[in-house]
Structure formats: C-alpha cells, structure tokens
C-alpha cells in the first residue's frame, strides 16, 4: 500500500511539471499552453481522487 501513497503525490509532481510548461509556453504557443494546463488540473483531480480512493480502501478494513 506505499506505492499508492508515493504514487499519489507523484500526481502532484506532474501537475507542477505541466504548470511549469504552461508558463514557459505561454507568450509563444498559447494552445499549447492550454493543453499543459488541461493536464496539469487532470493531475490534480488525479491526486484527489487517488486520496479519496486510499481512505475508502482503508476504511474498508475497519468495519
């Protein structure tokens, strides 16, 4: 169950990543820059939802 935990905050290193590129992209490619950005919130919704998805998987034992 450490992989899911480190895989988790790994989303977070993506979305950071992909901000990163939005910025740098923006004044030369704005598309591409709303691609990064797209993809950077995904990553985002990604964590969250893989965080949501641990604890229901650990509550589950507590029943």
């Keep these: ?13 993506f979305a950071a990543l992909f901000l990163f590129d939005a910025i740098n992209k923006w004044n030369v490619d704005r598309n591409a820059a709303y691609i990064s950005l797209f993809f950077s919130v995904l990553a985002v919704a990604m964590f969250f ?12 034992g507590k029943l």
């Design 1 to 13: 169950m450490k992989i899911l935990s480190i895989l988790q905050y790994l989303y977070l290193g």
């Design 49 to 60: 939802f893989r965080k949501k998805f641990k604890k229901r998987f650990q509550d589950r």
